[in-house]
């Protein structure tokens, strides 16, 4: 089975601190994806990333980066953590199908920031 | 207008009722389609795709498509309270992009 792990499942940050979200994924899969869940507001997609060294922005970059430097790890990267970025971060991965990728997740990292 | 559409709900259903949920989105080039089901405090899981206008049936589950009128939905026969979960719709994109969005989904209660 496609594994896509992160690294922290609960973190608690302060604001102005930086904050780093770790993705990893064991199936050789090119395409990985960030993405915020919100009560009410659904999954948003930050960034996503087709290939290494490759990154796009999605419905809400604002705030956000991310950095793929390996094919297997997509980390999204919190310059200066604000209290209205406290949410469950979701990363995902598919294989490069265009427009019939279907999406692993990982287990989510709930960050909280104070 | 959003680019995917869903009744937020909650759905409530009885147990082995009927459970209809809908989904409309904007895209006309979108070629494929998937549902995920999603349990409260967990990932969101791949329950159906389909593909081609029509009806595709996987046991309880039967995904209908008519991209004339840009409206999916999944239908859960028999319903269980197992089923209560968060569906979630999501366009497979258009060919050439790998951009990937979601329905902010539809939250559905079975009674028992």
């Known amino acids: 089975d496609v594994k896509v792990t992160q690294s922290s499942r609960y973190l608690v940050k302060r604001t102005g601190e930086k904050v780093f979200l770790e993705c990893v994924q064991d199936?050789?899969?090119?395409?990985m994806f960030w993405y915020r869940q919100d009560p009410g507001l659904g999954l948003r997609l930050i960034y996503f990333?087709?290939?290494?060294?490759?990154?796009e922005k999605g419905d809400i970059p604002e705030g956000y980066s991310v950095s793929r430097e390996k094919k297997e790890r997509f980390s999204l990267i919190l310059e200066s953590a604000s209290t209205n970025q406290t949410s469950m971060y979701l990363c995902?991965?598919?294989?490069?199908?265009?427009?019939?990728?279907?999406?692993?997740f990982g287990a989510g990292s709930r960050l909280t920031v104070l | 207008q959003k680019e995917v559409e869903q009744n937020s709900g909650p759905l409530s259903v009885p147990e082995g009722a009927i459970a209809s949920l809908n989904c409309t989105y904007s895209?006309?080039?979108?070629?494929?389609f998937f549902w995920y089901r999603q349990y409260s405090g967990k990932s969101p899981e791949l329950i159906m795709s389909?593909?081609?206008?029509g009806d595709k049936e996987d046991g309880r589950f039967t995904a209908q498509l008519n991209k004339a009128s840009q409206y999916v939905s999944l239908l859960i026969r028999d319903s269980q309270p197992s089923d209560s979960a968060t569906y979630l719709c999501?366009?497979?994109?258009?060919?050439?992009?790998?951009?990937?969005?979601f329905g902010t989904g539809t939250r559905l209660k079975v009674l028992a």
């Open positions: 199936m050789d899969h090119e395409n």
């Open positions: 895209d006309r080039g979108s070629q494929s």
């Open positions: 995902a991965s598919s294989l490069r199908v265009a427009g019939a990728n279907v999406l692993t």
């Open positions: 999501a366009p497979g994109g258009t060919s050439g992009t790998y951009k990937y969005i």
């Open positions: 389909i593909y081609s206008n």
């Open positions: 990333s087709y290939d290494v060294k490759m990154k």
